[in-house]
């Protein structure tokens, strides 16, 4: 309980003081950019209703979740493959780093122009950006997969799709989620820069929109709005992280003991 209490500490204590922080920096302002938190605060209610969540919010989270789970699916699926085969790595490579090198925010032109302006513009972004960090965890992560596990595991006669789930990506998944947490992070930037070309809701079109109107405390309060909801799925992340790698965290814990 002690333990757990202290963590709890841990994890408000920064932002408490960050907060108080940014209250007493900002209780005098006068700027209008810059205005007051508590005026933040009060102006938060207001903008942040249960219509305009389902307006805004709600879209914005449909379209992360797809550009994610469509990158998650590709960036495990080309990994493996690639991480797999020496060949195969060597050719995709260089084209591999190449691609990584261009940023992604660069290619929404490129995107609307074969996509349109619709959610599946968006889409694509989110994942043509969160696709490179899981890609390049999975390769490194099915490239170092314990030989001897591999040679154990043929030895007994483990092949095919039951070698593939039961020894390459379960050894590769702490790696594999690495890039996702990676991901999940770049696809809420790109989440928010393609919603500020041609869109019609969404939280990336609501803050501009607010900026363009100078209402300046509302698009602070999309801002608290994006950190929040940036917390709260980092959260929900690692949850899950924790209960589908149960085996690597106890395993890692009673290394640590027995040392």
């Given at each position: 309980?002690?333990?757990?209490?202290?963590?709890?500490?841990?994890?408000?204590?920064?932002?408490?003081?960050?907060?108080?922080?940014?209250?007493?920096?900002?209780?005098?302002?006068?700027?209008?950019?810059?205005?007051?938190?508590?005026?933040?605060?009060t102006t938060f209610p207001d903008v942040w209703t249960g219509e305009r969540l389902r307006a805004d919010v709600l879209p914005s989270l449909l379209r992360l979740?797809?550009?994610?789970?469509?990158?998650?699916?590709?960036?495990?699926?080309l990994g493996t493959v690639i991480g797999s085969y020496?060949?195969?790595?060597?050719?995709?490579?260089?084209?591999?780093e190449f691609l990584r090198a261009v940023p992604p925010p660069v290619l929404v032109p490129v995107i609307m122009l074969f996509a349109g302006i619709g959610d599946t513009m968006k889409i694509a972004v989110i994942a043509s950006g969160c696709v490179w960090p899981i890609l390049l965890n999975t390769v490194e992560g099915v490239r170092a997969v314990d030989t001897v596990m591999s040679e154990t595991a043929r030895s007994y006669g483990i092949t095919g799709t039951a070698r593939l789930r039961n020894v390459v990506l379960r050894s590769a998944s702490p790696q594999i989620?690495?890039?996702?947490?990676?991901?999940?992070?770049?696809?809420?930037?790109?989440?928010?820069?393609?919603?500020?070309?041609?869109a019609s809701n969404g939280l990336g079109f609501t803050i501009v929109q607010f900026q363009r109107?100078?209402?300046?405390?509302?698009?602070w309060t999309g801002i608290l709005v994006l950190g929040l909801l940036?917390?709260?799925?980092?959260?929900?992340?690692?949850?899950?992280?924790?209960?589908?790698?149960?085996?690597?965290h106890g395993q890692r814990a009673s290394s640590r003991r027995s040392h």
């Open positions: 309980m002690r333990l757990v209490l202290l963590r709890l500490l841990f994890v408000v204590a920064l932002p408490l003081v960050l907060v108080t922080a940014w209250w007493l920096a900002s209780d005098d302002s006068t700027d209008v950019y810059w205005p007051p938190l508590r005026t933040i605060l979740s797809a550009g994610y789970a469509a990158a998650t699916a590709v960036g495990v699926a020496r060949r195969v790595r060597a050719v995709c490579e260089p084209v591999l989620f690495a890039g996702m947490r990676q991901a999940l992070s770049i696809g809420i930037i790109l989440m928010v820069i393609s919603e500020m070309f041609a109107g100078f209402a300046i405390p509302d698009m940036g917390f709260a799925l980092s959260v929900v992340f690692r949850l899950v992280e924790r209960r589908v790698l149960g085996w690597y």
